[in-house]
């Protein structure tokens, strides 16, 4: 027992020596120890990702299902029959030719030879799946697919650019084939995307419900990318190291207050510019690109010389105060959605200043015309066809604001009518001459988007 005493005496005399005399060096390896397994920490998920893997994984917000998948995922899995470019020009995709005929109300698409689904089947006209309203498919043989429309439409091949894809996530002549996805409660939740070429890196979409969830995921390096329309989203990692924000505009989508012209009030074309006028543009410059038109400045048909928005407060007080004297009282039922709301509140400011009433609701617009003023977002074509949103036919369809003008209805016909481009810029050009001064809707802006990704 005496001995044991002696011994574990010893023992710690000479551990109390050692630290004494190498206390330094022991502080120095612990620190540089402690660094070591803090970093490896810190980047394996990283590390995981850019070299284990050899993927890129990205976050997506939404709901989707095999019958409505992320068009992101589907431009890169398969191809249309035809293919438009920025200058609007129509060239073969899946399609090797086409030809028109009876004066534009048949359309017959040729398909290119040795197609093939992703899985490995031979791809046929008879896998083709458009569908339209009016327009009649028939299958002349496995590689001629024939088109009857109703009525003659010479831009008909513009609208034949959607990818093909069947079930599940199947593709004809893309970048990537679909990989193994995972599904929950119907929702697709996880599309892995293997490249057809070599040195393309494989690709991982995550599909997350709602922002939260998806800046919780960039955190904790369970993608390495998404893309938000949020600057508030984006501005969390703006000081973030080893992140890059990219900021673009998208042109596909146009926030757009509409009129109803069912109302009488909204009736005036001098409302409706005044109300224009009312809103001061430059407050909503945080919000993305200023609009001139319903053509986004990106197209070849866009008017360069159209008349520029201008802010006069006083003049639209002016005009909404003479014009409610001989009109009813009540408030305008001002209608938007919940991701809007932060432009609608400014726009609502402006307008009740201009001494317009009305009643900001966020819940009861449902397709239908029960609403005065909507605030929502335009889905923007690459064709400037906009005969579906504005022509007084479609008033039951795409035209909410029931827009009813005899010139404008005469140039969007004459507009679809020809394939020819110089022919069509005319046409577009004055047609968005006279919509600016007889406006169904104030379009105010291209949304600003955000590119949140690690460098």
Not at 86 to 107: H, M, Q, Y
Not at 238 to 266: C, E, M, Q, S
């Amino acid at each position: 027992m005496i001995a044991s005493k002696k011994n574990l005496r010893y023992f710690y005399w000479l551990a109390g020596a050692f630290v004494k005399k190498n206390l330094r060096l022991i502080l120095i390896s612990f620190i540089v120890s402690l660094i070591i397994v803090v970093s490896a920490v810190s980047l394996m998920p990283y590390l995981a990702n850019l070299v284990i893997n050899r993927k890129t994984v990205i976050g997506l917000v939404g709901n989707y299902d095999y019958s409505n998948p992320p068009s992101e995922v589907a431009g890169k899995i398969s191809s249309g029959l035809v293919f438009v470019n920025d200058l609007g020009e129509i060239t073969p995709a899946l399609a090797s030719s086409w030809e028109e005929r009876e004066n534009g109300k048949v359309f017959r698409i040729h398909l290119k030879e040795n197609l093939y689904w992703n899985s490995g089947r031979p791809f046929t006209a008879h896998d083709v799946n458009f569908s339209f309203k009016d327009v009649s498919v028939k299958v002349v043989d496995d590689h001629l697919i024939e088109f009857r429309l109703q009525k003659p439409l010479a831009i008909f091949p513009t609208y034949l650019t959607e990818p093909i894809i069947r079930f599940p996530l199947d593709g004809v002549a893309g970048l990537y084939k679909t990989g193994q996805v995972k599904v929950k409660s119907g929702q697709l939740k996880e599309i892995y995307l293997t490249a057809n070429k070599p040195n393309y890196p494989d690709i991982v979409y995550k599909i997350y419900d709602n922002d939260s969830q998806v800046i919780d995921a960039y955190k904790l390096a369970d993608i390495r990318s998404f893309t938000t329309s949020k600057k508030n989203v984006a501005d969390l990692f703006a000081h973030w190291p080893n992140t890059r924000i990219t900021k673009g505009v998208d042109y596909t989508l146009l926030l757009t207050l509409f009129f109803n012209l069912n109302n009488d009030y909204l009736k005036d074309k001098d409302v409706r510019q005044a109300i224009a006028q009312a809103i001061d543009r430059q407050i909503l410059s945080n919000f993305g690109i200023e609009a001139q038109s319903s053509i986004p400045p990106i197209s070849w048909a866009y008017n360069p010389n159209l008349k520029k928005n201008v802010f006069d407060h006083d003049y639209a007080k002016k005009i909404l105060d003479k014009n409610q004297e001989a009109s009813p009282t009540a408030k305008l039922n001002f209608v938007t959605f919940y991701e809007y709301l932060d432009s609608a509140n400014l726009i609502n400011k402006y307008l009740n200043e201009a001494g317009l009433p009305t009643n900001l609701d966020l819940s009861s617009f449902n397709g239908q015309n029960n609403f005065d003023l909507l605030l929502a977002y335009f889905k923007v074509h690459y064709d400037p066809d906009q005969y579906f949103f504005w022509h007084s036919t479609q008033a039951k369809g795409g035209n909410i604001t029931a827009y009813n003008n005899k010139k404008i209805d005469k140039l969007l016909e004459d507009g679809r009518s020809t394939i020819d481009k110089k022919t069509r810029k005319i046409i577009y050009f004055e047609e968005q001459k006279v919509m600016q001064d007889d406006p169904p809707a104030v379009f105010l802006y291209y949304p600003f988007v955000y590119t949140v990704e690690r460098k």
